[in-house]
């Protein structure tokens, strides 16, 4: 019953979060991968003294004309991020790197065209309201014999409201990350991430959503709240537990994995821990909320 009866400072965490990442977006804007703005990508780790960033910049500049984006990472390697390149492009940026006998290792390169790069985005953010779209649907199904308090609809709309939040704290905090560190980036295994979330989030909701359910079968005479309140601390344990034991795998994998998995890894990490927040002390709660709204209404 804690978390019921003191909800709103639930709420208003929640809210706060979500503000805040709002306004990283808008403030900040996206550190998009090339798989959404298309564009080439080379980085290189530097065996030897690393150069100058002005001198890389001015080395690419000789090559391709205008003004590439050169970003340092780590001690000795940069990311440079420009225009698409052909294969003899890109051998030329490779031969002007090294034209002052400066020895560096070429760690990734990546090319996409602008058009493919915008169909990209496209179809990630089709896929995400897709997801989004089928999950109300079949919570609607899963619970239309659910009617009272709460309609079955409304799980559903409470659900996605929750996992909304999953969505929009992992993508704040990968904007406020990628503006001080250029590696990390919004790119499609970001978006498999966020599609990865929704359904542990929302697996998450569904198991207190079903408690709630079978307790509102065996408990009809006891008030709303305390019925929520008691699915809530029956799932809790379970819904912690489970958690850890995918948050405990997710840092071992941050830690011991390839560089090419952080970034897959640091959103699911921070899209688990938001989901089971908002699982255990957003989404439940708000079923309190909307049959109290109800129950004012009808008086």
Sequence with gaps: MFIVQHRKWFYAVSIILV???????????????????????????????????????????????????????????????????????????????????????????????????????RKSLISIVLVLVMIILFIAFAFRKVSEPVSSWKYGLIAVIALAHDVIIPTGVFVLLGYFNPTIEIDSLFVTAILVILGFSVHDT????????????????????????KSISQTFTRSINTSLTVVFSLIVLYFVGGVATHNFTLALLIGIVAGTYSSIFLGSPLLVTVEKWQHRKQK
């Design 206 to 229: 569904i198991v207190v959503f079903d408690r709630v359910r079978e307790n509102l079968r065996l408990s009809r005479k006891e008030p709303f709240d305390q019925i929520v309140g």
């Design 19 to 121: 503000i805040l990442s709002v306004a990283a977006m808008f403030v900040w804007g996206f550190n998009l991968g090339i798989d959404f703005k298309g564009g080439s990508l080379l980085e290189v780790t530097y065996t030897t003294e690393r150069p100058a960033l002005s001198d890389v910049q001015e080395a690419v500049a000789t090559v391709i004309g205008g003004e590439p984006s050169v970003r340092s990472i780590g001690d000795a390697g940069y990311i440079i991020r420009m225009r698409s390149l052909t294969e003899p492009e890109r051998q030329q940026i490779i031969a002007a790197l090294s034209a002052d006998k400066q020895q560096f290792t070429e760690d990734r390169f990546d090319s996409i065209g602008p058009l493919l790069g915008a169909e990209s985005a």
